[in-house]
C-alpha cells in the first residue's frame, strides 16, 4: 500500500479525535450520570461515523484499498448524517410533546433516508459529480454534505425554539456548542487536500473542531440534566 500524503494523514489522524469523542461520550454518560437513552444513541451514532471517517481517509484517501473509494465516502457522508438525524430525534425527545414527536420523527427520518440516499446515487462511480452549493477552486457541499448541514442546522433550529425551558447554567455551553459547529460547517467548505500556509489541513482541523463540539455538547447534557432533576 502506497504511503498516504501528508493532508491524507493528517485527516486520517484526526478522524481517531471523532471516534474517541464518540467513546468518551459514552463512557462518561455511563460513569459519572446516565443520559436518556435517546442521547446514548446519538453518542453511538458519533462512534460510527468516527471508524468510517477513519477508514475513508486511511483506506480511500488516494488509493482503492480494502474496496473502492466511493464507497468508503458514502460510509463517512452517510453515517455523519445518521448523527444530525439521530441528534435531532434527541432534541425532540427532550422538549417537545407527544404529537410533535410522532411527526417530527416521521419529517426527519424520511429527510435523513432521502439524503442517505441521494448521497448514494451521488458517489457511484456513474453519476457525474457537482457540488450542489459550489464554491469555486475552494470546493463546496456535493447533495450528501448540503443534507447534512440542513440536518444540523434543524437541530441549532429545535433547540432555539425551547431555549427558554434550557436550564441557564446549561445555556452558555449550548451557544458554544453552536459556535463549534458553525466554526467546523465553514472548515468543510474546503476540499480534503487543502492545506492553508504550512500546516493548516482545513478538513483535519475540522475533524478536531467537530470532536471538540460533542465533547462540549456532552458538558451541555450533564449540566442541563443535572439542573433539571433538582427541579423535581
Known amino acids: 500500500m502506497d504511503d498516504l500524503p501528508a493532508f491524507g494523514l493528517a485527516n486520517t489522524i484526526t478522524g481517531f479525535a471523532t471516534l474517541f469523542s464518540g467513546c468518551t461520550c459514552l463512557v462518561l454518560a455511563h460513569g ?3 443520559h436518556p437513552a435517546r ?9 460510527v461515523t468516527g471508524v468510517f471517517t477513519i477508514t475513508l481517509h486511511g483506506f480511500g484517501e488516494t488509493n482503492a484499498v480494502l474496496g473502492p473509494r466511493w464507497f468508503w465516502a458514502f460510509l463517512d457522508t452517510g453515517s455523519n448524517i445518521v448523527v444530525a ?8 425527545g427532550d422538549y417537545y410533546g407527544e404529537e410533535a ?4 420523527r416521521l419529517l426527519l427520518t424520511g429527510a435523513m433516508l432521502a439524503g442517505v440516499a441521494w448521497h448514494f446515487v451521488d458517489k457511484l462511480p456513474s453519476t457525474e459529480r457537482r457540488y450542489l452549493l ?10 450528501g454534505e448540503t ?10 433550529g429545535l433547540f432555539a425554539a425551547r431555549r427558554s425551558l434550557i436550564p441557564a447554567p446549561a445555556r452558555p455551553l449550548l451557544w458554544l456548542v453552536f459556535v463549534l459547529f458553525f466554526l467546523g460547517m465553514l472548515l468543510a467548505t474546503a476540499r480534503n487536500d487543502v492545506v492553508l500556509f504550512p500546516f493548516l489541513a482545513l478538513h483535519a482541523l475540522w475533524h478536531l473542531v467537530g470532536a471538540f463540539a460533542f465533547m462540549v455538547l456532552w458538558g451541555f447534557n450533564h449540566v442541563r440534566f443535572g439542573a433539571e432533576a433538582q427541579r423535581t
Do not use: D, K, M, N
Not at 442521547?39 to 462512534?47: A, C, E, I, S
Not at 443534507?147 to 441549532?156: D, F, G, H, P
Open 147 to 156: 443534507c447534512l448541514i440542513l440536518l444540523s442546522w434543524t437541530v441549532v
Open 85 to 92: 438525524w439521530a441528534l435531532a430525534l434527541a432534541v425532540l
Open 101 to 104: 414527536q410522532s411527526r417530527g
Open 134 to 143: 459550489p464554491l469555486g477552486e475552494w470546493g463546496g457541499f456535493y447533495p
Open 39 to 47: 442521547w446514548h444513541f446519538v453518542y453511538w451514532t458519533l462512534v
Open 32 to 34: 459519572i450520570a446516565r
